[in-house]
């Protein structure tokens, strides 16, 4: 079982993933702004979403971009 670690300089790449291997995306974002990322319909039977997104802010200010995982 392997992880693939995909941001914004990965688009448009094609990677090829295995049963069991685990697929992480980090971009860019701000959820203060009210827009969120959302994973478009996939087959579930191929791809799933595990747990939730989290938001890692750049810096201490309030209200700060930063990416979310």
Known sequence: MSRTRLSEQDGGKTVELHAGDKLEV?????PTTGYQWEMAAVDAAILKLVGEPEF????GALGAGGKVT
Request: hydrophobic share 10%; aromatic share 0%.
């Open 26 to 30: 980090s971009l860019k974002g701000n």
């Open 56 to 59: 890692s802010p750049d810096s």
